[in-house]
């Protein structure tokens, strides 16, 4: 269970995209200012924003501005840096009581990449992800609503968990990357989101793979998988005969079998699609009781 002053708290979650695109923002900002947003949040009882990000904003453009019009209805932002209409963010989700979750969602700005580095450009070596995120940390250690930070996004292609093979080993390089901010910050009070690989949602391998963390981090870790139906993923059966026992395979069983915490981190599609799957996600979590998620997400514009 994730617990706040010691109290298991359920998640009702969503993602507000923008901040890992070309733009370096938050979407939406265009059409209405950030009060209307925080506004809606409140009305259908979200408690916690998942803010997606790229190493490039953070690395290569950390003090860029936004277009103008990417605010144009926000006139409190105008002058503002990208992070600092970040820091205006987690001002407004504190004052509404909504816990915050950093996503480094992308290493690029323009798409997902496999792995935690990026060996075609050189953009990225390793060494990256970790500055990147000890920036971030170093910016928001204080923020009382930095719930968690959702290590990678997606890992995908080559990502393996559990193969022993330094490069791809994704489960192995959690471990690293978790000792790693442990230690540079011993006295963070956030949990560290863990996805499966195959774009995030298979986590089986754990099974013959479990994550060896440090003492401190070892109630910090929570599994978040990321499962779509056919809008996404095309071909994606909407038969709970067929759904269930994939999910159990692939997260489920991590509950079910080992008592970790399950969140999941993506979920949603399109209702003309993806209705009849949705509705069975969702008796499938209620079932579980795996109802913690973030949905995703806020902004309709979404290429998902």
Not at 60 to 79: F, K
Not at 139 to 164: C, F, Q, V
Not at 238 to 257: K, R
């Amino acid at each position: 269970l994730i617990k706040r002053a010691g109290e298991p708290v359920e998640i009702r979650g969503i993602s507000w995209f923008g901040f890992e695109t070309e733009a370096f923002i938050t979407h939406g900002l265009y059409s209405h200012n950030m009060d209307y947003y925080f506004d809606k949040l409140d009305e259908v009882g979200i408690n916690a924003l998942r803010i997606p990000f790229s190493a490039e904003w953070i690395f290569y453009n950390y003090d860029t501005y936004p277009s103008g019009g990417m605010i144009a209805a926000d006139p409190s932002l105008q002058g503002k840096k990208c992070i600092e209409v970040l820091d205006t963010l987690f001002d407004k989700a504190q004052q509404r009581g909504i816990a915050i979750m950093l996503d480094l969602h992308r290493l690029h700005k323009e798409y997902i990449s496999e792995l935690w580095y990026s060996p075609t450009d050189g953009q990225y070596p390793s060494n990256v992800f970790l500055e990147v995120w000890k920036r971030m940390i170093e910016r928001y250690k204080d923020r009382p609503n930095l719930m968690a930070i959702d290590l990678l996004n997606e890992p995908h292609g080559r990502a393996t968990w559990g193969s022993g093979n330094p490069s791809t080993d994704f489960a192995m390089f959690v471990e690293y990357a978790i000792g790693e901010l442990t230690t540079s910050f011993p006295d963070g009070h956030w949990i560290y989101f863990v996805e499966g690989i195959n774009w995030g949602h298979d986590l089986q391998d754990y099974n013959r793979y479990p994550l060896q963390l440090p003492p401190a981090a070892q109630n910090k870790v929570v599994f978040s998988p990321h499962v779509y139906g056919s809008s996404v993923v095309p071909g994606t059966s909407n038969d709970p005969n067929v759904l269930y026992p994939h999910w159990d395979w692939t997260f489920g069983f991590l509950h079910q079998n080992h008592g970790k915490t399950v969140v999941v981190g993506e979920w949603g599609g399109r209702t003309d699609l993806d209705a009849s799957w949705m509705n069975v996600l969702v008796n499938y979590l209620s079932e579980k009781g795996l109802r913690s998620n973030f949905f995703w997400s806020l902004m309709p514009n979404s290429g998902d």
